[in-house]
């Protein structure tokens, strides 16, 4: 490939999460404010294979930066992780002279990009849009913001219910291998118990605690299940429940992909556009191969290998105060 970007193309890809519009646009303006020509590959990696592109000018990222979902649509691809569907995206980006990629997703469309930039070295710079907010190199992720307060908007309007009947509620909330959803809708909203993916739950302590509370007759208590937990989520941990009290009055509530949709916060539109303009920039002065964050509200700037491997874990400190904040 040249050394000099002259046109890019930008996709999303896995997961659909608030706030992606908002970073296309970025990319889109930033590109042809610095004299790219830019394209739109439609259903991430999919499109790329079935030549789905089409070029975008500034009129085409009009009125988005509200919306969620994403207008380049996504998809998952397991054909793109084979040889020959990566050489018939190669192929199609050459014919239109396409030499550099911004690609919007989580760690599975890093690995992708990774491979793809290994084996046809076109350029290729990363943005983490994932509400799972658990890759490594940057402190947020686009779409985490939104779906955390969509929950904690859903839990408060579940609580007013909860006490006016005196009710336990078992809520579980998106997070298949990550839990900081849960772990951050549940200190938000003053649950007693958060169940997350990354840490294995004393269950027998749980039964004691809420038997304990049971006595002091402090029957309104909220549990918030990470849908990964091992358990089985929200239905598996009220069975357990049930069956050590089977006096208990419980409910399940699973918000499920209510947390996907909805117009992206603030901070998710700020960040995504944040990182569209440096994807930009990071293409046009050779830095490739990497995905854009922000730490310590630095742009911070992580190897694809690193990006797609590693997950950001749970502190301790974070347990602790849960721990502490529902005694």
Same mark, same amino acid.
């Given at each position: 490939?040249?050394?000099?970007?002259?046109?890019?193309? @930008?996709?999303?890809?896995?997961?659909?999460?608030?706030?992606?519009?908002?970073?296309?646009?970025?990319?889109?303006? !930033?590109?042809?404010?610095?004299?790219?020509?830019?394209?739109?590959?439609?259903?991430?990696?999919?499109?790329?294979?079935?030549?789905?592109?089409?070029?975008? /000018?500034?009129?085409?990222?009009?009125?988005?930066?509200?919306?969620?979902?994403?207008?380049? %649509? !996504?998809?998952?691809?397991?054909?793109?992780?084979?040889?020959?569907?990566? %050489?018939?995206?190669?192929?199609?980006?050459?014919?239109?002279?396409?030499? &550099? *990629? @911004?690609?919007? &997703?989580?760690?599975?469309?890093?690995?992708?990009?990774?491979?793809?930039?290994?084996?046809?070295?076109?350029?290729?710079?990363?943005?983490?849009?994932?509400?799972?907010?658990?890759?490594?190199?940057?402190?947020?992720?686009?779409?985490?913001?939104?779906?955390?307060? !969509?929950?904690?908007?859903?839990?408060?309007?579940?609580?007013?219910?909860?006490?006016?009947?005196?009710?336990?509620?078992?809520?579980?909330?998106?997070?298949?291998?990550?839990?900081?959803?849960?772990?951050?809708?549940?200190?938000?909203?003053?649950? /007693?118990?958060? *169940?997350?993916?990354?840490? %294995?739950?004393?269950?027998?302590?749980?039964?004691?605690?809420?038997?304990?509370?049971?006595?002091?007759?402090?029957?309104?208590?909220?549990?918030?299940?990470?849908?990964?937990?091992?358990?089985?989520?929200?239905? =598996?941990?009220?069975?357990?429940?049930?069956?050590?009290?089977?006096?208990?009055?419980?409910?399940?509530?699973?918000?499920?992909?209510?947390?996907?949709? =909805?117009?992206?916060?603030?901070?998710?539109?700020?960040?995504?556009?944040?990182?569209?303009? !440096?994807?930009?920039?990071?293409l046009i002065n050779g830095n490739h191969? @990497?995905?854009? &964050?922000?730490?310590?509200?630095?742009?911070?700037?992580?190897p694809f290998e690193k990006a797609s491997?590693?997950?950001?874990? @749970?502190?301790?400190?974070?347990?602790?105060?849960?721990?502490?904040?529902?005694?």
């Amino acid at each position: 490939m040249a050394n000099k970007v002259t046109k890019i193309g @930008v996709l999303t890809s896995g997961g659909d999460s608030p706030g992606m519009n908002a970073a296309i646009r970025a990319v889109v303006r !930033t590109g042809l404010y610095n004299g790219l020509e830019v394209y739109g590959i439609m259903r991430g990696y999919q499109g790329m294979m079935d030549d789905d592109i089409f070029k975008m /000018e500034s009129k085409s990222v009009a009125n988005i930066i509200q919306r969620g979902g994403t207008i380049l %649509k !996504t998809a998952r691809c397991k054909e793109f992780y084979e040889t020959p569907g990566r %050489k018939k995206a190669y192929d199609n980006l050459i014919k239109r002279g396409i030499n &550099g *990629l @911004v690609i919007i &997703g989580g760690d599975g469309s890093f690995r992708g990009a990774k491979k793809f930039h290994e084996e046809f070295d076109i350029p290729s710079v990363g943005i983490p849009g994932t509400i799972d907010r658990d890759i490594v190199g940057t402190d947020f992720t686009i779409g985490f913001d939104t779906a955390v307060n !969509t929950a904690v908007a859903a839990i408060d309007k579940i609580r007013d219910t909860m006490d006016a009947h005196d009710r336990m509620f078992i809520i579980e909330v998106m997070g298949r291998d990550a839990g900081f959803i849960a772990l951050h809708s549940g200190i938000a909203t003053g649950a /007693e118990n958060i *169940l997350i993916p990354e840490r %294995k739950t004393d269950m027998d302590a749980m039964i004691k605690s809420l038997q304990e509370k049971e006595k002091r007759k402090k029957l309104v208590n909220l549990i918030i299940v990470a849908e990964g937990d091992e358990m089985g989520g929200a239905e =598996g941990v009220n069975k357990y429940i049930r069956k050590h009290m089977p006096d208990m009055d419980t409910k399940v509530a699973v918000l499920g992909h209510i947390q996907r949709g =909805g117009s992206p916060s603030c901070f998710d539109r700020v960040i995504a556009s944040r990182m569209g303009y !440096t994807a930009v920039e990071s293409l046009i002065n050779g830095n490739h191969n @990497v995905m854009i &964050g922000i730490k310590d509200n630095r742009i911070n700037y992580t190897p694809f290998e690193k990006a797609s491997k590693l997950k950001t874990k @749970v502190s301790e400190e974070w347990m602790k105060i849960v721990k502490i904040l529902a005694s």
